[in-house]
């Protein structure tokens, strides 16, 4: 079945650009059902979705990231990516790619495990 | 963007109970409300989309309802492994937004 893994740097230092990539295993990317999206969650805390996107490359961001956040996909390799510059303590988080159906459901419904971001020097 | 309310933050309740947690929108969102759960150290799991439809492979004790601004996700009768933390989430309008979660934990 359809499978989603994060990897990246677990460490950032601050100001720097936080990059992470998202790997679909089990099923395409390309497939024109989905969007793939980015969620953050912060240590002890509630989630908050990052941006979103769409195969051909669109995309859709949380306005409140928007300045620093670039999604980007890599259909050959079956893989998006995310990047989020200018980074510091409260980007501390962990982070999560999922996947979004854009019918039946159009929730998250396949979420990858997670990996711990720490923004630190 | 619109914001959702959980309630109670916290709810303590033993196996066998009755659920009932409440999501409160800033403004409608139509149907278009998801509850996950969560269990510590894992990634959410959806249960519910759409308000009122579980998703594939839960149980039937898991029930949603509501609309407009107001939804109530209800667990019949709890079991050991119901006990975690559930997110209401939107997808009326961007940003897709979620609750602040709340914590269902073992009275």
């Known amino acids: 079945q359809l499978q989603l893994q994060e990897s990246g740097p677990g460490l950032v230092k601050p100001s720097e650009t936080l990059s992470l990539t998202c790997t679909v295993s089990?099923?395409?990317?390309?497939?024109?059902?989905?969007?793939w999206g980015w969620i953050r969650q912060p240590p002890g805390k509630g989630l908050e979705w990052i941006g979103s996107?769409?195969?051909?490359?669109?995309?859709y961001y949380n306005p409140s990231l928007k300045s620093r956040v670039t999604i980007s996909v890599d259909t050959s390799k079956n893989q998006f990516s995310l990047k989020l510059s200018s980074v510091t303590a409260a980007d501390t988080a962990v982070y999560y790619c999922?996947?979004?159906?854009?019918?039946?459901?159009?929730?998250?419904?396949?979420w990858g495990q997670g990996t711990m971001v720490t923004v630190s020097s | 963007e619109i914001v959702l309310t959980q309630s109670p933050a916290t709810l303590s309740l033993s196996p066998g109970e009755r659920a009932t947690l409440s999501c409160r929108a800033s403004?409608?969102?139509?149907?278009?409300l998801a509850w996950y759960q969560q269990k510590p150290g894992q990634a959410p799991r959806l249960l519910i989309y759409d308000a009122s439809n579980r998703a594939t492979g839960i149980p039937a004790r898991f029930s949603g309802s509501g609309s407009g601004t107001d939804f109530t996700l209800t667990i019949s009768s709890l079991e050991p492994e119901d006990f975690a933390v559930y997110y209401c989430q939107q997808r009326s309008n961007w940003p897709k937004t979620f609750g602040q979660g709340t914590k269902l934990e073992i009275k």
């Open positions: 999922a996947r979004r159906t854009i019918t039946g459901t159009q929730a998250f419904d396949i």
């Open positions: 403004q409608s969102v139509s149907s278009y």
């Open positions: 089990g099923g395409s990317i390309s497939s024109s059902s989905y969007y």
């Open positions: 996107i769409y195969y051909s490359g669109s995309t």
